[in-house]
């Protein structure tokens, strides 16, 4: 899946040789190439066929002469994205009300044992980041997502995106300028987020107005995401008043079919609701200072690519 990302040095020379199996090599480095290209592009759709893309392209090239394989199909794989994304760009002008990131099961399992590592993996998946990352030009988010989420050096992702080191390092130095003033300003315990979360799910799931207004900013937010596919709000609601009525009046009306199980997606506590067993609704909010800031609901069933098998 495009989160299930190696941790090893973007330089560490891969197993085998270029004589190797082409369908071992390539399914070895395809987590790496799910996780640059679901990074750049935010659905796990246009990820995966840019990797089936850059496989086709792989079993044709005379790989005798290819001595790093990894750096090879990571370059093609990012070059793929960007052409994609600026495609993309052009369609999400005339999308149906905001738009929000493609959610996708996060497992980082034994790809990250480390406490600080996993977090790294979790925010450059998070809804959040993502969103900011929309902002970015496609060089800016190819450089940024190579070297933030992956450490490539930027020797290599010069040689990746044909660009000259000062040039890398300028895009890197923007990119890096905007996350940092489009993402929020604050670090969360991940124990904290999910026990609020949780309460603010029960609370909404209960149709408890007093308890969500208890659990939300003062200015929290809610952006729906259903691209006109599904009933969503077209604009974002603003203040905890006007997001606690509106989730009071939809879980109060929700039917007896509909499921609710909670889930990990893009490194954070989410809940998914299911209706006749299948996906139906996404919900997942971000953390200020003991409240809940931001609610994203995401109900446009092309997003929901990422939640099969759940």
């Known amino acids: 899946m495009p989160t299930d990302t190696p941790t090893g040095s973007p330089t560490d020379t891969p197993t085998g040789s270029p004589t190797d199996?082409?369908?071992?090599?390539?399914?070895?480095?395809?987590?790496?190439?799910?996780?640059?290209?679901?990074?750049?592009?935010?659905?796990v759709a246009d990820a995966e066929d840019v990797v089936q893309e850059a496989w086709l392209r792989w079993t044709a090239e005379d790989r005798t002469a290819v001595r790093e394989p990894r750096a090879f199909l990571v370059r093609i794989t990012t070059r793929l994205a960007i052409d994609r994304l600026r495609l993309a760009h052009v369609r999400r002008e005339t999308y149906v009300g905001p738009w929000l990131p493609e959610p996708v099961v996060t497992d980082f399992g034994p790809a990250a044992p480390d406490t600080a590592e996993r977090a790294l993996?979790?925010?450059?998946?998070?809804?959040?980041?993502?969103?900011?990352?929309?902002?970015?030009?496609?060089?800016?988010?190819?450089v940024f997502v190579l070297r933030e989420a992956f450490g490539f050096p930027y020797g290599e992702i010069a040689t990746v995106l044909d660009r000259s080191e000062p040039a890398v390092r300028r895009l890197a130095g923007r990119a890096r300028r905007h996350v940092d003033e489009g993402r929020p300003r604050y670090d969360v315990d991940p124990a904290e987020r999910r026990d609020l979360t949780e309460r603010f799910l029960a609370a909404a799931a209960g149709g408890d107005l007093g308890r969500l207004l208890a659990l939300l900013a003062p200015d929290a937010r809610l952006v729906g995401d259903s691209g006109g596919r599904a009933r969503a709000p077209l604009r974002v609601i603003e203040t905890a008043g006007?997001?606690?009525?509106?989730?009071?009046?939809?879980?109060?009306?929700?039917?007896?079919?509909?499921?609710?199980?909670?889930?990990?997606?893009?490194?954070?506590?989410?809940?998914?609701?299911?209706?006749?067993?299948?996906p139906d609704t996404v919900i997942q909010v971000e953390v200020r200072d003991g409240r809940v800031q931001t609610v994203h609901i995401i109900r446009n069933p092309d997003k929901f690519l990422g939640l099969a098998g759940l």
């Open 21 to 43: 199996a082409p369908t071992e090599l390539f399914e070895e480095h395809r987590p790496v190439l799910l996780g640059v290209a679901y990074r750049m592009l935010g659905r």
């Open 121 to 142: 993996l979790a925010d450059s998946v998070s809804l959040a980041v993502l969103v900011v990352l929309e902002s970015l030009s496609p060089l800016e988010r190819a």
């Open 242 to 278: 006007k997001v606690g009525r509106f989730l009071v009046a939809v879980f109060g009306n929700a039917e007896p079919r509909y499921d609710l199980r909670p889930v990990e997606l893009n490194g954070a506590p989410a809940l998914v609701v299911f209706a006749d067993g299948r």
